[in-house]
């Protein structure tokens, strides 16, 4: 598409049961009740002057560039504040209103820089284009006098700059961040002739301030006030292409902007179905990665991980690396081959990869990174609900009276989807927080929770069933809907369970830490306070019984009666872009696309039919098995997309003797990650802007991604898959993404009504898309559970194996951070370090004092596992006894000191769980020097640069 500004009606859509019609300049026009004037003028081709006004922010009414007349009412209304009525009759043009009009426009430009030519939002500008709308061709006041020309600029902010002289203080910015992004960073200081925007205190700049740069200030300024700097230095966008954005699970659509073969700015999407128009930091300006130098755009090989890269052909590489796995299936058989499928790439590409393993190298032993963060979610729905995946759209929030996280950040994980439930907590809705740290939902600016749970790491279970039995003891559960939608007789066994004096909050308190009459008001506000919605993230599924206390979540929400309908439900905020996508497409070593199982003679038939192979029933290794078969000898070659396991996975030590067994590991990524210190064959990937496929986000929601320009590398993700299958014998000739979705369709009953055309269309489409559901499902469940009933199951609480003792007396968790995004590898090629450089450790003032530490100091973080350092910082966000850390850094490597303990069902690493000691450093450890060392041995390209001198 060309380039045009999106459609702004000028005020918010209002939904209504009731219409309205009038007459606007002599044409008749039927909008909902409510509507203002001047949307309804927007929406029936009619335009009407305006700066404070923009539809994604409440109606303001303080330019007064939108006035116009109404026959029967006195004076001049602004449109953007007069609702409509019926049988008005409004006229948006005469002398009187223009003479008004331009009165206003001479105003603010009499105190406005007239430099529009070498302006950096000349002809993309709505400050411009609004003075020719009203006609304004001179300045009766002229330019001298008092004005705030001689304003500074504010460019502390490493994305956009604050250029004081072009604000016009229509306060756009100031209500986005209130209204959309909930930060209330921004301020309009003073009054009158003296109101100028403030971040802050007067000592803040935008840098310093509160602000998250989210972008939402920016993109409602109407004026270059609040510019990009890209645009800046790049020049004005010349044509626009819509896709989906590649960091977390909320899957934000956005306008890539272009200039030629350069990306300018990325836009929220207004017609954007999971983001509505909004962003974060990350999605709307951290893409700097794409082009970055460390971008290897070559394939290259070696024969030894001890040797220097080789730069080879396509050709080359893609020759080798089948050889060197044809010769592993040849000598140790094919179950000593796999692949591990990504998560941050297309769901086209993760199908390719598992139909490689399976139809290329004869083997099940295919996985994805789901193992390690929401493999419970999977066997856990699925068990209760019939469905391996979350029951709302994003949108349903905006119905629930009582939200209840869990084990979530959804300010700094998921910060879209944070922004839209803490406006609706500032519309009233109740909130409950369980979570060991006070994250800021817990207390930030008009939020906060009515309880915050501050449990201890690995007791997620008991907390459950204390809630469980307030809930079942006093009679609040939801008999009508349990006796009609659930499975009854297994419901009174839980019930009964629950029920018992050890499940009490009382006789729980000491193994939560959590105050019993905390329990007892969060239970009954949730089973009472109307809609209830229950959301959670890693910090549930990262434990030893992580999927015990993802179905006793399900459970909460049966006996509660909260599924089936807007507001309520049990909503797992997925942590990648296509973690959702990743698991549908069949990544998991048991199961097929959709969720069957390998054993299942009918599903392997169909699979088999269209692909012309055997299909093993056996399922295959999962990941930590890949890792223990390889250290036995038995495990040789695998085939890595897009997954950094050596820094994202447990046990760091573990991993890489894993890898280093093994005869040939192909890593197909960005960059030269830490896995690849261990490859031998290395294919150069594609970023997210070059190529096409779709993701799927955590509300089921298949979204498309386009190309927005030629891939850096030659080849899109799939194009290299491909290449390596032929290489191997396959005869794959996919020519677009378009055809390997109408196989993903053939094949899997959720995806059976989608296609490209559809999605084109509709913008989006959540599975299931099929005969009983062909426009999708926004809400699961709704008139019955897809297994049938629902199923209760007995959750006991079981004490992690990960204990404190004398020598590792802290309980570390570990979680992420908003400017940073999993292990790293893009938002560290970009300015988001400027609020992140490094992995800190959070740690108590009382666990501090007891030993020495200070925030800024080298500390020494041990477990059982391993040791590493990184600096303190002490507060109170966590409770005693507890310490946290991110996870974003190499340098760091947390993950040296997590333990190889994993969920019962799934393997699911315990991330959240690690009994620690914390001592003064002097820096890092000898560990990590030493890691150091052989990664820049391990990273040296012959010929490069990188190569260092002997």
Excluded at 2 to 10: I, M, N, S
Excluded at 16 to 26: A, C, F, K, N, R
Excluded at 325 to 336: E, P, Q, V, W
Excluded at 613 to 624: A, F, K, N, Q, S
């Amino acid at each position: 598409m060309g380039y045009e500004r999106q459609a702004d009606f000028g005020t918010p859509e209002v939904r209504s049961d009731s219409q309205v019609t009038l007459e606007i300049d002599g044409r008749a026009v039927t909008v909902p009740a409510g509507t203002t004037v001047m949307r309804a003028a927007a929406v029936s081709g009619g335009s009407i002057p305006k700066l404070c006004a923009t539809d994604n922010l409440k109606q303001f009414g303080s330019c007064r560039l939108c006035l116009v007349e109404i026959d029967g009412m006195r004076g001049t209304p602004a449109s953007c504040t007069t609702p409509v009525a019926d049988g008005m009759k409004v006229h948006t043009q005469s002398e009187k209103l223009a003479r008004l009009r331009r009165g206003v426009m001479e105003l603010y430009i009499s105190d406005h820089p007239l430099d529009c030519l070498t302006c950096s939002a000349n002809n993309d500008c709505e400050l411009q284009d609004q003075a020719a709308a009203v006609g304004l061709r001179d300045v009766r006041y002229g330019y001298e006098g008092a004005n705030h020309l001689e304003a500074e600029t504010d460019a502390s902010n490493p994305y956009f700059d604050f250029d004081a002289t072009k604000c016009i203080v229509c306060s756009r910015c100031v209500r986005a961040c209130d209204e959309v992004q909930g930060t209330l960073a921004l301020t309009v200081e003073s009054r009158g002739f003296g109101s100028q925007i403030s971040a802050g205190v007067k000592s803040d700049d935008f840098l310093s301030s509160e602000c998250v740069s989210c972008g939402a200030c920016v993109q409602a300024c109407p004026t270059s006030a609040l510019m990009e700097k890209a645009v800046t230095e790049i020049g004005k966008p010349e044509r626009a292409v819509v896709t989906t954005c590649a960091y977390c699970g909320v899957g934000c659509t956005f306008r890539a902007e272009m200039r030629g073969e350069q990306l300018v700015r990325m836009v929220p999407w207004k017609d954007g179905k999971a983001n509505r128009g909004h962003s974060c930091v990350k999605g709307r300006f951290a893409w700097g990665y794409a082009q970055h130098q460390d971008r290897i755009l070559k394939p290259m090989v070696r024969d030894s991980i001890d040797q220097p890269w080789r730069e080879v052909s396509w050709d080359e590489a893609l020759g080798f690396a089948a050889s060197r796995f044809k010769a592993i299936a040849a000598s140790h058989g094919n179950n000593a081959l796999g692949g591990i499928v990504s998560s941050r790439c297309t769901n086209e590409e993760g199908f390719l990869v598992q139909k490689l393993v399976r139809a290329g190298f004869g083997t099940n032993n295919v996985d994805t990174c789901a193992r390690v963060c929401h493999s419970p979610t999977g066997y856990g729905l699925k068990t209760t609900f019939g469905t391996s995946a979350g029951t709302q759209d994003f949108d349903s929030v905006e119905d629930s009276d009582v939200i209840l996280v869990i084990g979530a950040n959804p300010t700094d994980g998921h910060p879209v989807f944070g922004s839209r439930m803490k406006r609706r907590l500032r519309q009233g809705a109740r909130l409950i927080v369980i979570d060991p740290r006070r994250t800021d939902l817990v207390r930030s600016p008009h939020v906060e929770a009515d309880y915050h749970l501050p449990l201890r790491p690995g007791t997620n279970v008991a907390v459950l069933s204390a809630l469980a039995h307030v809930i079942v003891t006093e009679g609040l559960v939801n008999e009508a809907f349990v006796r009609e939608r659930c499975d009854w007789d297994e419901f009174q066994h839980w019930a009964e369970f629950v029920a018992q004096e050890r499940n009490s909050p009382e006789f729980l308190e000491p193994v939560t830490g959590v105050p019993a009459d905390l329990v007892r008001g969060a239970a009954r506000l949730y089973a009472t306070g109307g809609n209830g919605a229950i959301y959670y993230g890693l910090g549930v599924t990262e434990h030893s019984q992580g999927s015990s206390t993802v179905m006793a979540i399900a459970n909460l929400a049966m006996a509660t009666g909260n599924i089936g309908r807007r507001g309520v439900g049990v909503n797992p905020l997925r942590g990648q872009n296509n973690v959702q996508g990743a698991c549908d497409m069949g990544s998991f070593p048991h199961e097929l696309s959709g969720y069957r199982h390998v054993s299942d003679a009918a599903t392997r038939a169909l699979f088999e039919a269209e692909w012309g192979v055997r299909i093993d029933p056996e399922p295959g290794l999962r990941i930590p098995n890949m890792l223990d078969a390889a250290t036995d000898g038995l495990f040789k070659g695998l085939y890595i997309q897009g997954e950094d396991i050596l820094q994202s996975d447990p046990d760091t030590k573990h991993v890489a003797a894993g890898l280093a067994a093994m005869d040939c590991v192909i890593v197909h990524d960005l960059f030269l990650n830490e896995t690849a210190n261990y490859a031998h064959v290395f294919l150069p990937g594609s970023s997210f802007l070059e190529k096409d496929g779709t993701f799927t986000n955590a509300e089921r929601r298949i979204q498309p991604v386009r190309k927005v320009m030629e891939p850096l590398n030659g080849y899109q993700d799939w194009e290299v898959t491909q290449e390596l299958a032929r290489a191997m014998g396959l005869d794959w000739n996919y020519t677009h993404p378009s055809e390997i979705m109408d196989e993903i369709a053939r094949l899997t009953p959720s995806f059976a009504g989608v296609n490209y055309a559809r999605l084109d269309a509709e913008g989006s489409l959540q599975w299931p898309v099929n005969d009983t559901a062909p426009d999708g499902s926004p809400i699961m469940h709704v008139d019955g559970f897809v297994r049938g009933k629902g199923k209760f199951v007995v959750t006991d609480y079981v004490p992690t194996d990960e204990r404190t003792g004398p020598r590792f007396p802290l309980l570390l968790t570990t979680g992420r951070i908003l400017s940073q995004y999993n292990v790293g590898a893009q938002t560290r090629r970009t300015e988001n370090s400027v609020w992140h450089a490094e992995d800190v450790l959070e740690i108590h003032p009382t666990d501090a004092e007891n030993r020495g530490i200070n925030s800024g100091d080298w500390v020494r973080l041990a477990s059982r596992s391993g040791e590493t350092t990184l600096r303190a910082t002490v507060t109170d966000r966590v409770a005693p006894g507890v310490v946290y850390t991110t996870f974003h850094h190499p340098a760091t490597q947390a993950n040296v000191v997590t333990t190889d303990y994993s969920d019962w069902a799934t393997n699911c690493p315990e991330y959240k769980v690690t009994a620690v000691q914390i001592t003064p450093s002097n820096g890092p450890s000898e560990w990590q020097e030493d890691y150091a060392a052989q990664s820049r041995q391990a990273r040296r390209i012959a010929g490069s640069a990188m190569e260092p001198a002997e």
